[in-house]
Nanobody, 114 residues
C-alpha cells in the first residue's frame, strides 16, 4: 500500500493550490480518505475527510469554505483544492487511509507567504 502526495509548493496569501494523492496497492473505493496537516511545532490535525462514495464530507473549521476534498475512485485518486490560502495554512500535508491498517503518505510541503 502506498500513498503519494503531489501538488504542494509555495504560494502567496490569497493564492490557490491543488494537492493530489495517488493510492496504490488497494482500491480507495471501499474506504474513507482523509487529508491531515502538521505545522511546525504543532500537532497533526485533520483538515478534511470524504466517505467512500463521496456522500459525506467533513472540514475543519479553519478551512471550511476555502478547501474542497474530492475523489476519483476509478483513478484511485484523492484531491484537496485549496483557495484563499493564508499564512496559517503553511504545513506539511498528508494523505491518509484506514483499511485494516492505517496508511500515510510521505507528506508534501505547502508554504503560504509573501
Amino acid at each position: 500500500v502506498q500513498l503519494v502526495e503531489s501538488g504542494g509548493g509555495w504560494v502567496q496569501p490569497g493564492g490557490s493550490l491543488r494537492l493530489s494523492c495517488a493510492a496504490s496497492g488497494f482500491r480507495i473505493s471501499s474506504y474513507a480518505m482523509r487529508w491531515y496537516r502538521q505545522a511546525p511545532g504543532k500537532e497533526r490535525e485533520l483538515v478534511a475527510s470524504i466517505s467512500s462514495a463521496g456522500g459525506s464530507i467533513y472540514y475543519s473549521d479553519s478551512v471550511k469554505g476555502r478547501f474542497t476534498i474530492s475523489r476519483m475512485n476509478y483513478q484511485n485518486m484523492v484531491y484537496l483544492r485549496m483557495v484563499s490560502l493564508k499564512p496559517e495554512d503553511t504545513a506539511v500535508y498528508y494523505c491518509n487511509a484506514r483499511t485494516s491498517m492505517e496508511y500515510w503518505g510521505q507528506g508534501i510541503q505547502v508554504t503560504v507567504s509573501s
